[in-house]
């Protein structure tokens, strides 16, 4: 009896740590794969969006590259159009000048034509002209050189001197006028 004594009864303390260490290492071993998978699922999703983000840096400075080259370009060849416009006009002129025994009429014919031709070249690149006789004067488009006691309405352009021509409505040089200022009593 006495060693019934010394054994312990079935969910005694002897038991618990047997159980607890049995339970123990089962828990942790359970816990522990899904907690490296779980590891191992946000490194790679880590990895894939850093992946994601050099690309989509290096896409954006392609882009800006692009957008640069392609803003010198326009740059640099702005003129190409006026530029093939004005050809023909340089070469009316050449031939005028190589053409020899001409009379005034043949030259003056020669140069309406080429005129002609440069009116058109301008029209091409929306070079307009600026005419402003008997228009109120505008200092954004002429540039008064003097006034001049007139019967017209004070302010009024009275005398072109020079012609101002604009760039789809943006003036490039602007018209050289003498305007009208009331006569004094």
């Known amino acids: 009896m006495q060693e019934q004594d010394k054994l312990p009864e079935a969910g005694t303390i002897a038991d618990e740590p047997q159980n607890a260490a049995g339970g123990e290492a089962t828990g942790?071993?359970?816990?522990?794969?899904?907690?490296?998978?779980?590891?191992?699922?946000?490194?790679?999703?880590?990895?894939?969006?850093?992946?994601?983000?050099?690309?989509?840096?290096?896409?954006?400075?392609?882009?800006?590259?692009?957008?640069?080259?392609?803003?010198?370009?326009?740059?640099?060849?702005?003129?190409?159009?006026?530029?093939?416009?004005?050809?023909?006009?340089?070469?009316?002129?050449?031939?005028?000048?190589?053409?020899?025994?001409?009379?005034?009429?043949?030259?003056?014919?020669?140069?309406?034509?080429?005129?002609?031709?440069?009116?058109?070249?301008?029209?091409?690149?929306?070079?307009?002209?600026?005419?402003?006789?008997g228009q109120k004067f505008d200092p954004n488009r002429h540039q008064a050189i003097g006034t001049l006691e007139s019967d017209a309405e004070p302010n009024t352009v009275i005398n072109v001197l020079q012609k101002g021509y604009l760039l789809h409505e943006r003036v490039l040089r602007p018209a050289m006028v003498m305007v009208a200022r009331a006569k004094d009593q």
């Open 28 to 133: 942790h071993t359970d816990t522990l794969p899904g907690l490296e998978e779980s590891l191992r699922q946000a490194e790679l999703k880590a990895a894939e969006h850093h992946d994601a983000w050099l690309r989509a840096k290096a896409e954006t400075e392609n882009m800006r590259r692009r957008a640069q080259e392609d803003i010198a370009k326009a740059s640099k060849f702005a003129a190409e159009k006026f530029a093939n416009a004005m050809l023909p006009v340089k070469d009316s002129l050449e031939a005028a000048l190589a053409t020899e025994n001409q009379t005034l009429e043949s030259l003056r014919e020669g140069v309406e034509l080429t005129l002609k031709q440069l009116v058109s070249a301008f029209e091409s690149a929306s070079v307009a002209e600026e005419h402003p006789l």
